[in-house]
């Protein structure tokens, strides 16, 4: 079975512009979150979303932005970069459903780091 | 804001011996945590989840969760060189994982 794709791998912007970020769960996954990993603050969670409702967010500004697709596929949306967006993006699928508290652990993709200049 | 506390570490630990990765967290009412290993420059990828006091093991791993002192940690039997990785803590938050920062462990032959 295939992992959870991310792409691109890099990416190289300057400030000011928009990015946007995709990624593929694992098949049969209808859960996908978005995280963001920077030296200082770890992993630091985006949002989830699930038969393309966004049922979570995290506390990030609204040029963070994202979506879902009815195959599951997911696209994340940076406007304005800034600086401080420089970070690796990690996105992972689930099989989470509504009301499964327990299990279902997250299966991150290889991640797409954005430098922005 | 709930949290999940780790030692940065490092922790080092000689070849074949027994590390052990600690992790407190400050939601009460938290029921499923799980470790991740990362190795530099790499995702995260899940070593195991638990959710019932007491110990589980997985081949050269235990995780132990005391739900009353609120911790979790992680045991790595026979420690491996290959085993020289960040190790995340998350614990479950409704639809979210909240991460610690990280245990960096280091085997050194």
């Known amino acids: 079975k295939a992992g959870v794709t991310q792409t691109p791998r890099y990416l190289i912007k300057t400030r000011g512009q928009q990015v946007t970020l995709s990624c593929s769960p694992i098949s049969g996954h209808r859960s996908v979150s978005w995280y963001q990993q920077t030296p200082g603050q770890g992993l630091q969670f985006l949002f989830e979303?699930?038969?393309?409702?966004?049922?979570n967010k995290g506390n990030f500004p609204g040029r963070f932005s994202g979506r879902q697709f009815s195959n599951s596929r997911s696209e994340m949306n940076v406007s304005t970069l800034e600086l401080g967006d420089s970070a690796l993006y990690l996105c992972?699928?689930?099989?989470?459903?509504?009301?499964?508290?327990?299990?279902?652990?997250?299966?991150f993709g290889n991640g797409t780091r954005l430098t922005v200049t | 804001q709930k949290e999940v506390e780790q030692n940065s570490g490092p922790l080092s630990v000689p070849e074949g011996a027994i590390a052990s990765l600690n992790c407190t967290y400050s939601?009460?009412?938290?029921?499923?945590f799980f470790w991740y290993r990362q190795y530099s420059g790499k995702s995260p990828e899940l070593i195991m989840f638990?959710?019932?006091?007491g110990d589980k093991e997985d081949g050269r791993f235990t995780a132990q969760l005391n739900k009353a002192s609120q911790y979790v940690s992680l045991l790595i039997r026979d420690s491996q060189p290959s085993d020289s990785a960040t190790y995340l803590c998350?614990?479950?938050?409704?639809?979210?994982?909240?991460f610690g920062t990280g245990t960096r462990l280091q085997v050194f032959p």
């Open positions: 979303y699930f038969s393309e409702t966004q049922r």
């Open positions: 638990i959710y019932s006091n």
């Open positions: 992972a699928s689930s099989s989470h459903r509504q009301g499964d508290t327990y299990n279902s652990p997250l299966h």
């Open positions: 939601d009460r009412g938290s029921q499923s």
């Open positions: 998350a614990v479950k938050d409704t639809d979210k994982l909240i």
